[in-house]
């Protein structure tokens, strides 16, 4: 709430205190970049990408853009570290705030047969959820975590 304060000439001066509410939504600066390592196998099945067992962690690295007039989610681009943007698999995502404020990312992409679901912890971390909105829990070696970056890699020529 914001006290503003305000001067009414009637025919006298009266100082008048009124609260208001001020919502203010940003924009976010895009390409947002994420990046972590996770295990395979739990998410491999959640996704339907039938890794073999062999496969012990998946890296992921994630650029998400908003539209630039509204502000709201458009695509991401996904690939592993080291990248070429060309080969990036494309994607769309939105975010949902949860009716307890949990702010959820929902991905959409063509090679999942389930959206990937992701839980902002703040601005700098993601979470890893099931389908069912339960936190994926990691191991030893990789955690279900995303973290931000300052700035997106640059692309690796090949």
């Known amino acids: 709430m914001a006290k503003v ?4 000439e009637v025919e006298a001066k009266v100082e008048v ?3 208001v509410e001020v919502k203010a939504e940003a924009k976010i600066k895009t390409p947002l970049v994420f990046e972590g390592r996770t295990p395979c196998q739990e ?4 996704l339907g990408l039938n890794k073999g067992e062999a496969c012990d962690k998946m890296k992921w690295y994630f ?6 007039v ?6 991401f681009l996904m690939a592993g570290i080291g990248y070429r943007k060309e080969s990036m698999k494309k994607g769309r995502w939105e975010i949902v705030t949860e009716p307890n404020g949990d702010i959820i990312y929902r991905l959409y992409s063509d090679i999942w047969t389930r959206p990937l679901i992701l839980l902002q912890g703040d601005d700098n971390i993601l979470f890893f959820m ?3 909105g339960r936190l994926l829990v990691g191991n030893e070696n990789f955690s279900y975590t995303l973290n931000r970056k300052e700035k997106e890699y640059p692309p690796i020529d090949r």
């Open 43 to 46: 998410l491999s099945v959640q």
């Open 130 to 132: 099931d389908a069912d």
């Open 63 to 68: 650029l998400f853009y908003t539209d630039s």
């Open 17 to 19: 205190e009124v609260e």
């Open 70 to 75: 509204t502000g709201k989610p458009s695509y």
């Open 5 to 8: 304060k305000a001067e009414v």
